[in-house]
Structure formats: C-alpha cells, structure tokens
C-alpha cells in the first residue's frame, strides 16, 4: 500500500529544536516575523486566527484523500498545544479530521505523553487523556512524547493508544523495540549519553554532531 506522511507545522514556531533559535519563545520573537507569518497565512487566503489554521490542515488533507482514494495511507502529526496552537481548538480540530475520513493515521506530538495540559490546575486530565476518549472512526492513534520504558509504552497503550512512538529513547538504543518487547522492566538508556554511546548505536557522525548540537543536554562531552 503507497503511503504519506504528513507534518504540517501551522505556527510562527517549529515544535522541535532545528537550530539552537528554537529556544526563543514566541512571545520574544521580533514582531515583524511575527507579522510576516500572518500575511503569509493571509496571503494564502487563510485567517492566521485558529479556524483558518484549522481549514488549511483539513482542506491539505482532504486534496490528498481525494487525489489519491481510500486505499492510500494518509499519516498527520499534530502538536496540540504551545507554540501559539490553543488546546480546545485543537481538540475540536482531530475531532473533525478523526470524522472527516481523511486520515488513517494521526501521530500527537505530545513531548511528555504523561504530563497535563501547559497552565493546567493540579489534577487535570493529562494532555492525551483529550484525544483518546474521542470517537476515531477508524483512524489510528499513536502519540509520542517521552515514552523511554517497556511500562510507560504499556501504560499508553493501555489508556488507549493504537501505537506508541519512541523518539529519544530508540536513539538511545537503537534495539528499544525488541528489548522492551521482550522485557516489561526494560527502560532504555538514560540520558546524557557519551558520543560514543551514539556512534555505538550504530548513529552516522553527522547525527551526532547534530543531536549534540542542538540538544547538548542529552549528550555529554
Ligand atoms: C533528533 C530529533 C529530531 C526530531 N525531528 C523531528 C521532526 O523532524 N519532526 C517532528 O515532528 N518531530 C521531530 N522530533 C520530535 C520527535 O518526533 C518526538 O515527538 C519527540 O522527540 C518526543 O518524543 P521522545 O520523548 O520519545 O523523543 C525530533 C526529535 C529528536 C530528538
């Protein structure tokens, strides 16, 4: 089966460090970028505001789904949260793309699978506890988001996940599938790791001069 994956970042921002500038937060970016993002999404014919973000996502989707027909693979990731994207609309936003047919797969892009919406009050539902009670009409759910132990993927699945995603922690070890599989007490190196704990990984020297550059925090010397 052909298959695509999708990742539509709609903010000002990319969720995930591609250079050491993603620190900056949205609110101490030069106003004119800021500004510039808005007329691009206008000059797209979208309103930069939630609803119009919301519109481009599904209409992108909805053209793949109808250029190619039911038997193609359609992937989403989303982050839901953050970075300017507002918890509730996003809620709204997979409910429509969960009924709308469109997707087989959407991939959350949550960070930390166990932790609660950002400004929550104390004893919130966490961040996935939003998606997974929501009818999927048959799409898959996998999320991702600090998933580096054989009992945390269990417990995501067990609240209801279709597939967990391991980012960090297969990094880490390149094995962590089988050995989690294999093992419900095993948990993936921790880290900061030694480069040549990467390169044992079997990981190319452009990748880890990449991850320790841009994530010097999970890799020591
Ligand atoms: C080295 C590295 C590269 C990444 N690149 C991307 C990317 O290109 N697109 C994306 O959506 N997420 C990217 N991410 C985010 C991961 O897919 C994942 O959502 C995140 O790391 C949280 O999962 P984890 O805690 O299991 O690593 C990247 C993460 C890492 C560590």
């Known amino acids: 089966m052909d298959s695509i994956g999708i990742i539509i970042i709609y903010e000002e921002t990319v969720p995930f ?5 993603w620190a900056r937060s949205p609110r101490t970016r030069p106003s004119s970028e800021t500004s510039r993002t808005t007329s691009n ?9 939630p609803a119009g ?9 909805h053209a793949i ?8 693979h359609v992937g989403l990731r989303l982050s839901v949260e953050r970075y300017g994207l507002v918890l509730a609309d996003m809620v ?12 087989d797969i959407l991939d959350l892009s949550l960070w ?7 400004n929550a009050p104390e004893g919130s539902r966490t961040l996935v506890e939003h998606f997974l009670d929501m009818p999927r009409h048959g799409t898959v759910i996998g999320v991702a988001g600090h998933l580096a132990s054989a009992a945390a993927v269990q417990r995501v699945l067990d609240q209801g996940a279709d597939l967990a995603y391991i980012g960090k922690a297969a990094i880490a070890d390149h094995a962590f599938s089988r050995r989690a599989i294999a ?3 095993y948990r993936a190196p921790s880290f900061p790791v030694r480069r040549d704990h990467l390169r044992s990984e079997k990981l190319e020297e452009s990748f880890v001069t990449y991850f320790a550059t841009n994530w010097p925090q999970l890799v020591k010397g």
């Open 17 to 21: 460090p591609r250079s050491r500038s």
């Open 41 to 49: 999404w206008k000059s797209l014919g979208y309103r930069s505001e």
């Open 53 to 61: 973000r919301g519109r481009f996502v599904k209409e992108v989707v």
């Open 65 to 72: 789904r109808e250029r190619t027909g039911p038997d193609f």
């Open 92 to 103: 709204q936003l997979v409910g429509e793309l969960l009924a709308s047919g469109d997707i």
């Open 112 to 118: 930390d699978v166990a932790k609660p919406p950002a």
């Open 183 to 185: 093992d419900p007490g």
